[in-house]
């Protein structure tokens, strides 16, 4: 605030009250302002002097009593103007807030609008608010950090990204921006880059809680599991209040199927001392141990501060173990509406609608055009992809297929996602052979970055891929696919209750019709490409290899000319010792194996309903009974 120049007599007064504000007693100098504060010229630097004190204090109600009188005196004064837009904002006379600073180009009235418009949702808006703070104030790492916020709502993932730097570049000491900017790589699925900004800031800030449970969740995303565990370990040593710290290793533990370490952890507790959050653990622990009257128990008693899809997704998990298929449900209707709440605006046509446009390019003229295939490739077999609809037993299977010495397995790596990317919107029947060459070429690389081996025959295992038959074809002309196959209802039924990370596909499973309809998409995009290319495929039926296993797979190994080999059937302990599975189904298959789940669809048919003459189609072609 510009204060009028005091009088003699005041002068003395309006130093000493500055004194005491600059000294941190603001109390002192609100009341010593406040003797002498009056909405004239001599009582004005009183009134700015006791507004701004009263701020300080946390008490903008008081505040505006002096700043009011003030901004009537000089309603051209742009500073008072914006201490006066403060003072309304934290006093929750928002709309009046921002009467005062819409438009302004003071750099203090633009932050005000920004913030408000951001709060309210107004995205255009406050991103032009905080645009004008930047152009005067291009350094600005809080107008940065809120840009950021900004694009992420939006659903800009790399403007956010790009945002979210800057903010980091112009301030580097303030963990706060790193965590943003983690947490949003986190959910684009960022896992590298995640790493990287949760190692930055736990060096700047390795005395923080919540900057050592993000490197342990970052770590997890890049599966060092061993050091997550590890980072997670130290954190609830070294801070034993129950936090989020101890919920995720609990987690942690749970996902690697390390069941006697979470029990062990959960006895180790001072449960007296523990929060309701605690409660989130025991029901897990239960659910993993059979108990499942009290998993239920336990889930009833985690609190709201435990995100609803997490909850929701053990409460379905457990009412479905119980028999209880309406409360499932309606768990899993609650879970999937959750993940779509904080899911960011879908950009462009959902997968579907690109399956289907996919396969609306797709005719006997456009397969008869295409130029000669590869020659085979004498340094590296084609592979073998598994594929399958979600939840058909994809998991399952490729860990049987682990059992084999001559296979490796990488489960659902973005290799062909990375293909299609390269491959833009060129035209599959007009590539030539160079360009065939260099796509697989880069195939390989990426599956040597995730993991292959190089020597070993590799697996794909990515269940979707089954919609992009024709673009494996065209590189891989001599490749094999296993489908997995499942009844469509089941599949269509356990894709609504996975707890799916949403990416641009699984956010279709979260509305039952939606992945109805994608299941008709998919298969018909297998079905059509069947058609038009010679695709060496081998069906294996989930019903069946949960009840005879060595009858489904023995056909399976003969057919990719491989020899029998118990491991196969010892998927147990391959489960055990693979890690932390990246799908869905990652406690099933530690289990023996069980057949609860064929025929579940049955139970949930009032829900299913409404689905059923998409699927019934489908499931009557497979020779499903209805």
């Known amino acids: 605030m510009q204060q009028a120049a005091p009088t003699d007599t005041l002068a003395p007064a309006i130093a000493e009250a500055l004194r005491l504000r600059q000294a941190g007693d603001a109390a002192g100098a609100l009341a010593l302002a406040e003797r002498h504060a009056a909405p004239s010229e001599e009582g004005a630097p009183f009134l700015a002097i006791a507004g701004l004190a009263a701020m300080e204090l946390g008490d903008p109600v008081r505040a505006l009593t002096h700043i009011e009188p003030l901004a009537r005196m000089r309603p ?30 003071l750099p203090a009235l633009a932050r005000i609008e920004g913030w408000i418009r951001q709060q309210r949702g107004d995205l255009r808006q ?48 303030e963990p706060g921006m790193y965590l943003n900017l983690a947490d949003l790589l986190r959910r684009a699925d960022r896992g590298v880059a995640r790493l990287k900004v949760a190692r930055d800031v736990a060096a700047i800030a390795p005395d923080r809680r919540d900057v050592q449970t993000e490197l342990a969740m970052a770590l997890a995303h890049n599966e060092e599991l061993d050091e997550a565990i590890a980072v997670l370990e130290a954190a609830v040593q070294r801070w034993p209040d129950f936090g989020e710290s101890h919920l995720e290793l609990g987690r942690l533990y749970e996902a690697t ?28 622990l239960a659910q993993r141990e059979g108990r499942f009257e009290d998993a239920m128990r336990h889930a009833e008693a985690i609190p709201p501060t435990i995100h609803p899809m997490r909850r929701e997704a053990l409460i379905g998990n457990i009412a479905e173990r119980l028999g209880d298929a309406p409360r499932a449900f309606a768990a899993f209707s609650a879970m999937n509406a959750a993940a779509m ?47 399958g609809f979600p939840r058909s037993g994809t ?31 060129a035209d599959l029947a007009a590539l030539t052979a160079d360009q065939c060459q260099a796509l697989r070429d880069a195939y390989f690389a990426s599956a040597a970055a995730h993991g292959w081996d190089g020597q070993r025959w590799l697996i794909d295992k990515h269940p979707l891929n089954m919609a992009r038959a024709p673009l494996i074809h065209r590189l891989f002309p001599n490749a094999r696919f296993i489908l997995a196959e499942r009844h469509p209802a089941d599949a269509v ?48 039926r989930y019903e069946r290899l949960v009840e005879d296993p060595r009858g489904e797979l023995q056909p399976l190994t003969q057919w990719l000319g491989l020899d029998w080999d118990d491991r196969l059937l010892a998927h147990e302990d391959t489960a055990r010792s693979r890690g932390r599975v990246r799908t869905a189904s990652y406690a099933q298959i530690s289990e023996p194996l069980y057949t609860r789940a064929r025929g579940r669809w049955r139970r949930y048919a009032d829900q299913l309903a409404p689905v059923m003459p998409i699927l019934a189609p489908w499931a009557e072609k497979m020779g499903y009974d209805l």
């Open 493 to 540: 039924l356990s894709c609504f209750m996975a707890n799916f990370t949403l990416n641009h596909a699984m956010r279709s499973f979260t509305d039952l019709e939606e992945a109805a309809r994608t299941y008709d998409a998919v298969f018909g995009a297998w079905k059509q490409a069947h058609a038009l290319f010679p695709l060496a495929a081998h069906a294996v």
């Open 395 to 425: 998991t399952l299977l490729d860990t049987m297929l682990m059992g084999l010495p001559e296979v490796q397995v990488l489960e659902e790596r973005p290799m062909i996602a990375g293909t299609l990317r390269q491959l833009g919107q």
């Open 126 to 173: 406050a991103h032009a608010a905080f645009a004008r703070v930047l152009q005067a104030e291009p350094t600005d790492a809080a107008s940065w950090n809120s840009l950021g916020n900004i694009h992420d709502a939006a659903g800009h993932v790399d403007r956010a990204i790009g945002a979210f730097e800057h903010a980091i570049t112009y301030q580097p000491d």
């Open 341 to 387: 709440a904080e899911a960011p605006p879908m950009k462009g046509p959902s997968f579907r609608a690109s399956v289907e446009a996919d396969c609306a390019r797709w005719s006997a003229d456009w397969a008869g055009c295409w130029t000669p295939p590869l020659a085979p490739d004498a340094a590296r077999r084609d592979p073998v992809f598994l594929v």
């Open 76 to 105: 051209d004064d742009l500073e008072i103007r914006a201490d006066h837009a403060r003072a309304l904002l934290a006093a929750g006379r928002d709309d009046e807030a921002l009467a005062l600073s819409e438009g302004a180009s």
């Open 257 to 284: 199927n390390r069941t006697d370490a979470l029990a062990a952890f959960l006895a180790g507790l001072d449960l007296a001392a523990c929060p309701p959050e605690v409660a989130f653990l025991h029901a897990w």
